[in-house]
Nanobody, 122 residues
């Protein structure tokens, strides 16, 4: 699976951004997750969605502000980020899960995109 993430940028606090992750390749994936990593910190789970049922999952820190969605026809997952805060600043990565493991655990994901920078100014 190859993953192409896009949509990052610089935004003021309270603003919005939409990230996209497009998957290609022959290997089957059952879910796409978004993770983020700030300088000096671990890569943390943000959100995920299953391809078949569209079941969505969120970290507590983004629940109510971020919305994940998928477009099966385009093999693309979107992460709509509203009410952004400076603490949301990080490199955001999308990843593909190919086995039925804990969807919130980065170890469950075999394929990763290149990352896109999101910077929220105060």
């Amino acid at each position: 699976v190859q993953l192409q993430a896009s949509g990052g940028g610089l935004v003021q606090a309270g603003g919005s951004l939409t990230l996209s992750c497009t998957a290609s390749g022959r290997t089957y994936s059952n879910a796409i997750g978004w993770f983020r990593q700030a300088p000096g910190r671990e890569r943390d789970f943000v959100s995920a969605i299953t391809w078949s049922a569209g079941a969505s999952y969120y970290a507590d820190s983004v629940k109510g502000r971020f919305t994940i969605a998928r477009d099966i026809s385009k093999n693309t997952v979107y992460l709509q980020m509203d009410s952004l805060k400076p603490e949301d600043t990080a490199v955001y990565y999308c990843a593909a899960r190919t086995r039925m493991r804990d969807i919130r655990n980065k170890g469950s994901y075999a394929y990763w995109g290149q990352g896109t920078q999101v910077t929220v100014s105060s």
